[in-house]
């Protein structure tokens, strides 16, 4: 069974930065292999739908982000290590929320949840002063 795990997540004051981290496993018999699979970082807030912030393709590495968030967060991969990570920089309150990770083996960049085939449990992100 493939399992991500969502880390990095912490309390921290406007303008700061953090790193998240969603580290995979399981491939072993789903006859995928992680560098086949697009990345999406997503986040919610209660009573919100959640919302996509960041996305990288398998193919060819395009990267997708919302106008929220252009510009502070990047995200990235490591098929070596089965990783992917977003960085995020000059936070925000409004970047308050529970960061999950998502993968999609479309290999291509969506925002629509329902395309993404396995979630992480979810890493909480407070920006406040």
């Known amino acids: 069974q493939v399992r991500l795990v969502e880390s990095g997540g912490g309390l921290v004051q406007p303008g700061s930065s953090l790193k998240l981290s969603c580290e995979a496993s399981g491939f072993a018999t789903s006859g995928f292999s992680f560098r086949n699979y697009a990345i999406g970082w997503f986040r919610q807030t209660p009573g919100k739908e959640r919302e996509g912030v960041a996305c990288?393709?398998?193919?060819?590495?395009?990267?997708y982000y919302p106008e929220s968030v252009k510009g502070r967060f990047t995200i990235s991969r490591d098929n070596a290590k089965n990783a992917g990570y977003l960085q995020m920089n000059s936070l925000k309150p409004e970047d308050t929320g529970v960061y999950y990770c998502g993968i999609d083996s479309s290999a291509t960049c969506s925002w629509y949840v329902k395309r993404y085939d396995y979630w992480g449990q979810g890493t909480q992100v407070a920006v406040s002063a």
């Open positions: 990288i393709s398998s193919s060819d590495g395009n990267t």
